[in-house]
Nanobody, 121 residues
Framework: QVQLVESGGGLVQPGGSLRLSCVAS????????MGWYRQAPGKERELVAL???????NYTDSVKGRFTISRDNAKNTVYLQMNSLKPEDTAVYYC???????????????WGQGTQVTVSS
């Protein structure tokens, strides 16, 4: 079994910062891409940022220049540093990782349980 556990969400004022973390644990052979998605009330889940095994990154346009994704492969952890937060960043943020288990032969996506980020004064 594989688990992804997020942390770091909370309430922050506009212009503030938060750092999200997501740790993958369990029967992991290898982790490919890792990413962060978010879902605001009444909206579809959207990709926020993605990081590959060779550390290439991709961001949705609305967060470019404000958010930074990074990963620590030794710790099976992905981070999302969020600066200059805006009310429209309010959402539940989900961690995603494409993982091959030790007992498997294929990669498949896994999701965390989500962490709430609220940007409000």
């Amino acid at each position: 079994q594989v688990q992804l556990v997020e942390s770091g969400g909370g309430l922050v004022q506009p212009g503030g910062s938060l750092r999200l973390s997501c740790v993958a644990s369990g029967s992991i052979f290898r982790i490919a891409a890792m990413g962060w998605y978010r879902q605001a009330p009444g909206k579809e889940r959207e990709l926020v940022a993605l990081i590959t095994t060779n550390l290439s990154t991709n961001y949705t346009d609305s967060v470019k220049g404000r958010f930074t994704i990074s990963r620590d492969n030794a710790k099976n952890t992905v981070y999302l540093q969020m600066n200059s937060l805006k009310p429209e960043d309010t959402a539940v943020y989900y961690c995603n990782a494409v993982i091959r288990q030790r007992t498997g032969t294929t990669f498949r996506p896994y999701w965390g349980q989500g962490t709430q980020v609220t940007v409000s004064s």
